[in-house]
């Protein structure tokens, strides 16, 4: 289906393709704005997921304005798009900066992270122009263990001294992702918890630091299960930078964060092969199309729309290998060309394989989004 | 880099990116086309793996003529960019015959898979014009339990007998590919086992399509593992077909099908952080630019150049987390900044994540090659 085909039924789209559903995004993006509100705080939508201007109007309700970006090519995008207040949320390195130094005069309000001494030397030796400068934010690692300075570390104080010592520099606050910690719990309680607990400890730092006579303007946190089941100690926080809410997807429906209806996209597929002997369907949706980024619990890497008997056990590069549950279904009940929808198990890893993101409203093909990709 | 900025010393290239080392891409297609030639069979390289004109032109020898895809959108770019005799190396559907149609206009030669008597009906409800046939392969089942009716079903030649009857269709041959088995042994002597019992099982169906009066012109076997160690029995069958040995990796070096020098492809990437508490390094490449399929014996996503104490442990979006050794190293021998190199554990689903693949050669940059991409 060509860009010219919009108002085609979803029947006759390609396969494999990925589909949005523009019902859903809007509905999990204005849930997630009135909670924000509800406590106070800002959102700052993560954009590394649905990359697409499209949804950075709906999710900064239409004020193109407080952006977290996870790639050089993502900042430039939404730039040249009249996005601005952009956080890009990745520790840098010294061959980014060129093209780092060349968005912040461009934008009013670019934002970096730093958790390493040598990253805060990379930026002095590389001030910027015009009286303008580097705004940086303090990676903290608040028990995900993946960017960011241990909450509790001692030289934490001193690292955040070289930023507000520094000619250079504005300290802005700080900025943690609880990512690891919040996807390996289950429930609005358990989640719940790890919300709390990253409030509890960024806090602390906020103490230390104020302690040492050192404001944190901003503190921002962030990942979509604690965003959608959020503690009550959020709105001590100034802002939480969530990203897969918009679309969900069946990692999220397992956490507990969403509901199956929330899930705001699929993969769509089509039958290939049947073979009755082993009780599989060929599907022409592999890994290429779906990513291979988690399984639930049943070994199936993602969940067929209204097919509960349906597993997605194996994929090649083309192929995915779906089981039937011989005492449910046989594989006869899917003739070649059957149509399948795949609610995947983590949609961002799926989405970023696809170049055109097909937009369905009713059973209408109404849009084809072109998101940022690469590098 | 721009594409104007070629003959860059590749200490300067964008991280992440997907670099090729042109030397070893030429030695390993020279190897499998001289081993063709010394067994008198046929190479029909499979361009999954590359997906670019330039890695066609090579493993063809210059000819365009001879390959396998397995997208439609290959089908389309390689005949676009004059390559002909294809076959299209995937099951197929209704919703795909108006673009095989189209490419069946263009190419004097497109070959189709058909496993099930419903892909058979499809061809003869939609027959090609100016007297041409459909050329038909069958899909034959080896062991793998991917596509293909298995190597001793009864309905085997009742199947083939539908397609020779058919006024629309012409019969090929036989295709088979013996990837699962083929993969999940090691060395030379059990993966020449694998490729001895792929060429009995193939050639027990031609004999019994011989006695019911069939030929079979072709006979295509195939798999990086039986190709780059065939047994002695290969010479029998007609062409292999390949994808992966263009480029290896990792896990081919793992299988024993390469040593670690012929592997021609490596993602680069950059330190971004230090956690000496840890022993870990984040880099700038997570599962967007490396792929999640597959882990080496230690845990590891891929093989770090000249760094066997260090692993890929575990990925994110646009991270990875690198483990040091702590009794070989520290992680301050690694500054932020460092530039790794990664032999990827499959380079098939890594270049697939790359719309550039840059070129290697000495220590420069020498090309930017575009591969078809999407479906």
Redesign the interface.
């Known amino acids: 289906m060509a860009a010219s085909d919009l108002s085609e039924h979803i029947r ?1 789209l ?4 990925f589909l949005l559903n523009l019902k859903r995004i809007k509905r999990n993006a204005d849930l997630m704005i009135q909670r924000c509100q509800a406590f106070g705080i800002k959102l700052r939508p993560h954009m ?1 997921t649905a990359k697409t201007v499209e949804v950075g109007l709906i999710v900064t309700g239409g004020s193109k304005r407080r952006i977290c970006v ?2 050089l090519a993502e900042a430039e995008f939404f730039t040249k798009n009249g996005f601005d207040d952009i956080i890009y949320a ?6 980014k900066l060129p093209r780092l130094k060349d968005l912040a005069k461009k934008l009013s309000m670019l934002h970096l992270l730093v ?2 001494r ?2 805060i030397e ?1 930026l002095n030796a590389c001030p910027l122009s015009d009286g303008k400068l580097w705004s940086v934010y303090l990676a903290v690692d608040t028990g995900s ?3 960011g300075i ?1 909450w509790n570390d001692n030289s934490l104080t001193e690292l955040v001294e070289l930023i507000t010592s520094s000619a250079h520099l504005k300290f802005s606050g700080l900025y943690t992702h609880e ?1 690891t910690a919040s996807y390996s719990v289950r429930g609005s309680e358990k989640v719940g918890e790890v919300a709390n607990t990253t409030v509890d400890r960024i806090l602390h730092i906020v103490d230390r630091l104020k302690k040492n006579g050192i404001m944190c303007d901003d503190i921002s946190i962030g990942a979509t299960p604690t965003a959608s089941l959020p503690g009550n100690k959020v709105k001590d926080i100034t802002e939480i930078h969530p990203g897969n809410f918009v679309f969900y997807d069946a990692q999220q429906f397992t956490i507990g964060s969403c509901s199956e209806e929330d899930i705001a996209c699929v993969v769509v597929t ?6 009755p ?2 009780n ?1 369907l ?1 599907i ?1 949706a592999g ?3 779906v ?3 988690g399984k639930l619990a049943n070994g199936s890497y993602g969940l067929f729309q209204g097919q509960p008997h349906l597993r997605l056990v194996k994929m ?4 995915g ?1 779906v089981s039937c549950d011989p005492e449910k279904l046989s594989v006869e009940d899917f ?3 059957t149509m399948l929808f795949l609610y995947p198990y983590h949609s ?2 799926t989405a ?5 993101h097909y937009v369905q409203q009713d059973d209408k093909v109404v849009d084809i989004w072109t998101p940022c ?3």
Chains 1, 2 share one sequence.
């Not at 990745?90 to 061959?95: A, Q, R, T, V």
């Not at 090649?316 to 192929?319: A, D, K, T, V």
């Not at 970023?352 to 055109?356: A, G, K, T, W, Y």
Request: charged share 20%; with cysteine.
């Open positions: 006759d390609p396969t494999p393709c590394k996870s790639t990745m520790l840098i390195s010294d061959s958790d390493n040598k990253h990379m263990a993946r960017e241990p990512g089509r039958v290939l092969g049947q073979y002997k082993r599989q060929l022409d890994w290429s199309a990513s291979l980024d090649h590069q083309e192929y290998f003739p070649i060309g961002c890893a970023v394989l696809h170049q055109q990709s690469q590098w």
